[in-house]
């Protein structure tokens, strides 16, 4: 990952390269841990008040929203601000809006403050992805960036992991604490190890938080992103529910779902070096999208009754599909603008994600919800991957050198 001739002291942070990065992943994992943590609690709150697939699926449409929507704008905030200011205050706002979720006493309310806490949340990742991507301009970005955005599937591996078990045996509120302590935590060691940025002048050409001749680069990686998203976020949603009817127990699915995120950490940084030496992230993507939905087939062929092992085998494969693309879909936004606008490029891109992950996991909820098969929410997701594929595949999108 170094350059020859280079040293840990040219590095542009306090610390080494190295340091850095893990900083980076644990903001990156910290901020996680909370959004999709919130997700995997979905089974929680499917029986505390009372919800069916479709609402289920609508904890997933608030929080993408408050992210999506924030993100359009921060990108451009944090390639004039810098992101170490940015991510300050993001972690202020973070800490304090998890907070509220303690006076949660309706689904309405919950629902209020998850938009809000989108919003913030989205601070971590718009600002985490502008510092390491500048930091490591010199170096294999593939890689660099893979392992950061490995803090998705690890924040959603041990929200899966520890979650439910803690939300049977201490409630919610113990859990939201932790949240908001965690928060506070990680994000602001993460600040400590970069240095303050230089505030860049107010561009010129309206509200766009990108240049606006730079825009139609981005249209194939945001299409990408947005339909990519459907696997990413669906598995999150609705993996417990749906091994809950495969007669498997919470704490035993959220181990499964764990499982299943950690293969999707993995996949990041493989694709990540597996992108660096073909140099077209593109064509890694597509050839994801295909395994994914090649996967969500076989899932949805599964029978109710098929072993705990062989669904465990068949979860952790399709993480790797459904979770491992994020990276790749980043980087080649930030790879296909100038440097000023990358963060800006990235963060666009990332509402993509997040517009998708508002739209399909409650589709998915209310085609199950419909036809009272899952079946048929799987073929659904099949073929929107397969559309992903085709869309990825499509674009020129050769590492610059």
């Not at 959004?35 to 929680?44: D, E, K, R, S």
């Not at 009372?50 to 704008?73: E, H, I, K, R, Y």
């Not at 201490?170 to 993460?190: A, K, Q």
């Not at 950690?262 to 597509?286: E, M, N, T, W």
Request: contains cysteine; charged residues 10%; aromatic residues 10%.
């Amino acid at each position: 990952m170094k350059r020859s001739g280079s040293s840990d002291s040219e590095f542009p942070a306090r610390v080494g390269p190295v340091s850095y990065l893990g900083l980076a992943l644990l903001s990156q994992t910290g901020m996680s841990f909370v959004q999709q943590g919130l997700i995997v609690l979905g089974a929680v709150f499917l029986k505390v008040y009372n919800l069916n697939l479709t609402q289920l699926g609508l904890v997933t449409t608030a929080l993408a929203s408050g992210v999506m929507v924030s993100m359009v704008f921060v990108g451009g905030f944090v390639d004039r601000r810098g992101p170490r200011t940015i991510l300050f205050w993001g972690t202020v706002l973070m800490t304090g809006l998890s907070l509220l979720l303690l006076l949660t006493r309706s689904f309405a309310y919950l629902l209020v403050v998850l938009v809000f806490l989108g919003m913030a949340l989205a601070t971590a990742p718009a600002a985490g992805t502008k510092a390491v991507f500048t930091a490591f301009h010199n170096r294999s970005r593939g890689l660099v960036m893979g392992i950061r955005q490995t803090g998705v599937p690890l924040g959603a591996t041990l929200a899966a992991w520890l979650l439910p078990a803690l939300a049977l045996h201490f409630g919610l509120h113990t859990i939201y604490e932790v949240f908001s302590i965690e928060l506070l935590v990680t994000g602001w060691v993460f600040c400590a190890a970069m240095y303050a940025w230089p505030t860049a002048p107010r561009r010129a050409g309206g509200w766009l938080p990108i240049e606006r001749s730079e825009i139609r680069y981005l249209t194939r990686p945001a299409l990408t992103a947005f339909v990519m998203s459907a696997g990413q976020y669906i598995l999150l949603t609705y993996s417990i529910t749906a091994l809950e009817h495969h007669h498997i127990g919470i704490e035993v699915a959220g181990i499964i779902l764990a499982a299943s995120q950690i293969s999707g950490g993995v996949a990041r940084i493989l694709l990540g070096q597996l992108s660096d030496r073909v140099r077209h992230r593109s064509k890694v993507i597509a050839g994801v999208a295909v395994s994914g939905a090649t996967i969500a087939l076989i899932v949805g062929l599964l029978p109710t009754n098929a072993s705990v092992w062989i669904v465990a085998v068949i979860w952790v494969i399709f993480g790797f599909s459904a979770v491992g693309w994020n990276a790749l879909v980043l980087t080649w936004a930030g790879e296909s603008v100038s440097s000023s606008n990358s963060g800006a490029a990235m963060s666009l891109t990332a509402s993509f994600v997040f517009f998708g992950a508002a739209i399909f996991p409650p589709l998915f909820g209310a085609v199950v919800d419909l036809t009272h098969h899952y079946v048929f929410g799987w073929l659904m997701l099949m073929v929107v991957l397969l559309f992903g594929a085709w869309v990825a595949f499509g674009a020129e999108s050769s590492v610059r050198g």
